[in-house]
């Protein structure tokens, strides 16, 4: 299934399931139904079926007449992974950046107020002009998770979509933790639905893109991945539980803007567009922080 938060008419956000072009309307065949995806994982694989019935009689609405929303518009919480391409690391090494192939995993907070849809606006900070783009692939959590071992870590998986893990990078070398230029308000676009592990295709085999303007910024393979995502899930669920709704966005290939040379950071105006495996697309323009 494809699960999207989406409105109408200006209408509070609700579920919907995607079938091409096509957006079901699952409320109304069964408004019983939760209205919001982390409601609906904590509700279980009988609200998941109950959802997929509604799918197959639901109104189809056209999917360019919607406005889509971030599919998990409240996680607990939203955590991003450093490091984790093996071509990055080469990147950076090649750059003259002191660094060697973490040994351990180096996990970072995205504050939630960060999230925002696959197709809203990404704020210039006042404070910065270091804005920078990272495309990459996100898993959402669907059930408690502690002490999970990597072999079965995927049943805990809801799905999988596209995250920009936007950075401002002066903010982001302020301290060790990179929290704080990782966590601007509007930094966090995810979208645009929620594919479920089903229809998703291998997670370790996902081709990532990024353009900015149509210009192709990053070109990488999950494939290059350092750490399986059933070893990121044991780690993480080792210090403590991963909760329904959970975001881990799993890092980024090579191209970022801040190594090129010289560096080439977003400007109010330009158009960040990132496309993971089959998942689809999202698209985010800068603007003015208000």
């Known amino acids: 299934m494809k699960i999207a938060s989406f409105s109408t008419g200006g209408g509070a956000p609700r579920l919907g399931l995607v079938f091409g072009d096509q957006m079901a309307d699952v409320g109304v065949s069964d408004p019983t139904l939760p209205t919001d995806l982390r409601a609906l994982l904590l509700a279980g694989d009988e609200a998941m079926a109950a959802l997929s019935r509604a799918g197959e009689t639901a109104p189809r609405l056209p999917l360019a007449a919607v406005a889509l929303h971030a599919p998990v518009a409240d996680p ?13 690391v080469a990147e950076l090494k090649a750059k003259g950046v002191p660094i060697e192939m973490p040994k351990t995993q180096l996990w970072f907070n995205k504050q939630v107020t960060c999230v925002t849809g696959p197709n809203d606006p990404i704020h210039m900070p006042r404070v910065s002009s270091q804005l920078d783009y990272e495309g990459e692939l996100a898993v ?18 809801a799905g999988f979509m596209i995250c920009n893990d936007v950075s401002v990078r002066d903010w982001q070398m302020r301290a060790p933790t990179a929290t704080l ?22 997670p370790h085999d996902m081709r990532i893109r990024t353009w900015v303007d149509g210009d192709l910024r990053q070109d990488g393979s999950t494939q290059d991945f350092i750490y399986s995502i059933g070893q990121m899930i044991e780690e993480l669920s080792t210090v403590f539980t991963l909760e329904p709704g959970d975001i881990l966005s799993t890092g980024c290939p090579p191209g970022v803007g801040a190594l090129m040379d010289p560096p080439r950071f977003l400007t109010v105006g330009q158009t960040v567009e990132i496309e993971v495996g089959g998942l689809g697309r999202i698209s985010n323009t800068v603007t003015a922080e208000p």
């Open 76 to 88: 607990r919480k939203f955590l991003g992974l450093g490091l984790s391409f093996k071509s990055h």
């Open 181 to 202: 230029g990782k966590s601007f308000d509007t930094h966090g676009p995810t979208g645009p639905w929620l594919t479920t592990p089903d229809e998703a295709g291998d």
């Open 140 to 157: 959402v959590i669907g059930k408690r998770a502690r002490h999970v071992k990597a072999d079965d870590a995927m049943s805990f998986v």
